[in-house]
Nanobody, 115 residues
Framework: QVQLVESGGGLVQPGGSLRLSCAAS????????MGWYRQAPGKERELVAL???????TYVDSVKGRFTISRDNTKNTMYLQMNSLKPEDTAVYYC?????????WGQGTQVTVSS
């Protein structure tokens, strides 16, 4: 069964950047779409960005122009480049992929934006 593992989170100052990675244990070609979600304390989990196998992307309005989602099928890895980070971006970020049978989730990685 496919497993997803996030990495790249950490503590950054406002205006800084982070690149999150989501490594899959097997080919990600069967995961369509893949996406990044986030959950802040006391908040519902929200969709941040999606990417389909054809390369089409979707972003939540609050991150448009700042975040970029991408996937590398050769490396079986999905990425989220986060620039111009704001304190409101602080959350646990989760990698997700959809199989024919349902969703697969990573364990999450903490992103904290604070001065």
């Amino acid at each position: 069964q496919v497993q997803l593992v996030e990495s790249g989170g950490g503590l950054v100052q406002p205006g800084g950047s982070l690149r999150l990675s989501c490594a899959a244990s097997r080919s990600i070609r069967s995961l369509n779409p893949m996406g990044w979600y986030r959950q802040a304390p006391g908040k519902e989990r929200e969709l941040v960005a999606l990417i389909s196998t054809d390369g089409s992307t979707t972003y939540v309005d609050s991150v448009k122009g700042r975040f970029t989602i991408s996937r590398d099928n050769t490396k079986n890895t999905m990425y989220l480049q986060m620039n111009s980070l704001k304190p409101e971006d602080t959350a646990v970020y989760y990698c997700n992929g959809r199989l024919w049978s349902g969703h697969v989730w990573g364990q999450g990685t903490q992103v904290t934006v604070s001065s």
